[in-house]
């Protein structure tokens, strides 16, 4: 199963099988790595699970769609790497993906 | 101190799912019981009336946390478990096993149930509420194309049923007793939009019908209104509210109103119990009154805040409420309460099915409605929670930005 590694604002690593399918923020809430509200159970309606994706891993990762994008902008301390976890779906490409986790999610 | 009762939480939904794991995020290692009446362990309501219903998410993924996370968490888990009776002076539960569980601190996150219609014929094959799993994987069983279904009630659970079942082929009727869609929940023009948009995608909308009676042999046959109308149905859902589920706690002296009272911190005037979710009535800072809300947000949050307070910490819950629906290719963000607003405004084109209705009382924004309008949603968020006073033609001036429209109050 692909793995993916979270790394909490204060350096905490999370190493985690997520599979395949399922989304990066679904990884992280079921294996209760804090950090990840995604309040909305992945809607892309409350934009609670930013990430910013490791950059190695940006171009797999794919590009936000326009709503994605539309909600990002309105998160605090977005990068050009900064995505919504909901949004990446995970597969055996990802395996070994690395995303960090922002101070805050409100 | 140290002490073998567990901390329980009554009632398996969002709320006690969240409660489980902040319990545990908290620091608080005692044994934890969780008490839920459905066979199945917390999981997600509102994709049911939508992906699930939609056949578009698997079980497993509905649920909050992956079913063994609770044992491997030490949080001993009793489905298909109904609490009968609080006895707070024992401080101790009555299970629908007859057996007694004790506690050192009792959560109580029992929800809400359906209201019911009682009407003639409610009990027929194929007249479905929606709340469970069970009642979705029901509804679904006869979403055949071509069927024809009554849609009872014209709010969002109602409109959201509607719309995944006109995409799926079958012949949709909605039957509304109100004079327009959404009634309690959004303003008129909000309502007209709506009406509009289910038409334009080919259901039918009765508002003004009141239903009277679901007629047929052992199977729903057709829907009956008070003014006469039948409406031909294979199935019907029916969608017309829901009531909190307060009886547990009322019927041990606790203050209930429209749900158990809580203030900020989840707590009741009981201090080893505590309440959560669906199921309270709780002080809202941003509004200035008790509400309750039917919320995941709420669910969550208050969860998250019992638990603290359950450990001794205080979190109070102070948040600007949020809701979304999904129908069709409308992506409908709504935050904040919109009761008792002297004016609605509209920025953008609703023919575009792209705008936002803004709420204001005295020029201080309450609410917004935004269909596919992330930036009004996002923005109006922050301005709700700031109380802020914001001139109605700004905000309809689409030619300034919503963020610019924010940053020139400051």
């Avoid at chain 2, 939480?9 to 489980?20: C, E, K, R, S």
């Avoid at chain 2, 008129?188 to 009277?212: C, D, M, P, W, Y």
């Avoid at chain 2, 031909?232 to 009272?261: F, S, T």
């Amino acid at each position: 199963m692909p793995k993916v590694t979270y790394i909490e604002f204060d350096g905490t690593e999370h190493q985690v099988d997520v599979a395949s399918g399922l989304s990066v923020m679904e990884g992280a809430v079921k294996n209760m790595v804090p950090g990840i509200d995604a309040d909305c159970g992945g809607a892309c309606a409350c934009a609670t699970c930013h990430v910013y994706v490791d950059p190695e891993w940006k171009d797999k990762t794919g590009e936000p769609n326009e709503m994605e994008t539309s909600m990002l902008d309105f998160a605090e301390e977005v990068k050009d790497n900064s995505r919504l976890s909901c949004q990446i779906k995970m597969s055996d490409d990802l395996d070994g993906l690395t995303v960090r986790l922002p101070e805050s999610q409100h | 101190m140290t002490t073998s009762e567990p901390y329980v939480i009554v009632g398996a939904g969002h709320a006690a799912g969240q409660a489980a794991t902040s319990l545990r995020m908290e620091g608080y290692e005692g044994p934890i019981l969780l008490i839920g009446e459905e066979p199945y362990h917390p999981y997600q309501r509102p994709p049911l009336s939508k992906a699930y219903l939609a056949g578009e998410l698997e079980l497993e993924r509905l649920y909050v946390k992956p079913p063994d996370f609770y044992a491997s968490n030490n949080i001993e888990t009793r489905l298909k478990t109904r609490c009968l009776a609080l006895d707070r002076g024992a401080c101790q539960l009555t299970l629908s096993d007859s057996t007694t569980v004790a506690y050192d601190k009792l959560l109580i996150t029992t929800g809400t149930r359906v209201r019911e219609l009682p009407v003639t014929g409610i009990d027929l094959e194929g007249v479905h509420y929606l709340r469970t799993i069970e009642d979705v994987d029901g509804i679904q069983s006869g979403f055949a194309p071509g069927a024809h279904l009554v849609v009872v009630g014209g709010g969002y659970i109602g409109l959201e049923v509607a719309a995944v079942a006109q995409k799926r082929g079958l012949n949709v009727t909605v039957v509304e007793s109100e004079d327009r869609l959404l009634k309690r929940v959004v303003g008129e023009e909000v309502s007209a939009f709506f009406e509009r948009v289910h038409t334009e995608e080919g259901v039918k909308i009765l508002t003004g019908h009141q239903v009277s009676e679901f007629s047929g042999g052992s199977k729903i046959e057709a829907v009956k209104c008070a003014n006469g109308t039948e409406i031909r149905a294979d199935m019907a859902v029916v969608g017309i509210g829901i009531v909190p589920n307060q009886e547990l706690a009322q019927d041990a002296g606790l203050a209930c109103d429209n749900g158990i009272l809580v203030d900020a911190c989840c707590r009741t005037e009981d201090p080893k119990i505590f309440a959560a979710g669906d199921c309270t009535q709780h002080p809202n800072e941003v509004f200035g009154r008790l509400v309750r809300l039917e919320s995941v947000h709420n669910a969550l949050e208050q969860a998250k805040t019992a638990a603290a307070a359950m450990c001794g910490n205080e979190k109070p819950y102070n948040q600007v409420p949020w809701f979304w629906s999904d129908q069709y290719d409308l992506k409908l963000q709504i935050a904040g309460l919109n009761q008792g607003y002297d004016e609605l405004v509209v920025r953008g084109q609703m023919e575009e099915r792209k705008f936002a209705a803004f709420y204001l009382k005295d020029g201080q924004l309450l609410a917004v409605d935004a269909v596919n309008s992330v930036p009004e949603y996002m923005v109006s968020r922050k301005l709700i929670a700031d109380r802020a006073m914001i001139p109605a033609d700004r905000l309809a001036d689409t030619s300034i930005p919503m963020k610019q429209v924010a940053q020139d109050l400051k």
